[in-house]
């Protein structure tokens, strides 16, 4: 069975919101700990199940503007802000963008 998907921005947004209603893995927020662990130089990103995007790919991170596009969930983005780097997340999910809001708000 195939589905005619003609506003695929939409259907997009639409899945992403169920997902974060669902509580997928790629949903959920980085903890505090994390946050903290990230402001004293240990992070990681995870992109993949399986593996952290290797650290040499990233410029020095300190006062770097950073664009990560369809990356809201609370996840990466806190982390590189919490290493220095000037972020900005964009989203075509708004629950996936109230995610990142929500550890903004709760770490700073």
């Given amino acids: 069975m195939t589905t005619n998907i003609t506003d695929i921005r939409s259907y997009n947004s639409t899945a992403w919101d169920r997902a974060v209603a669902d509580g997928s893995e790629w949903t959920v927020p980085v903890a505090p700990e994390e946050v903290a662990a990230a402001r004293r130089g240990e992070w990681r990103i995870i992109l993949t199940p399986t593996r952290s995007v290797p650290r040499a790919w990233f410029p020095p991170l ?47």
């Fill in 62 to 108: 300190v006062g770097c503007d950073l664009l990560c596009l369809a990356s809201g969930g609370g996840q990466q983005g806190p982390i590189l802000a919490a290493t220095g780097a000037r972020v900005t997340v964009f989203d075509n999910s708004p629950q996936q963008l109230a995610r990142d809001r929500q550890v903004a708000d709760r770490d700073g």
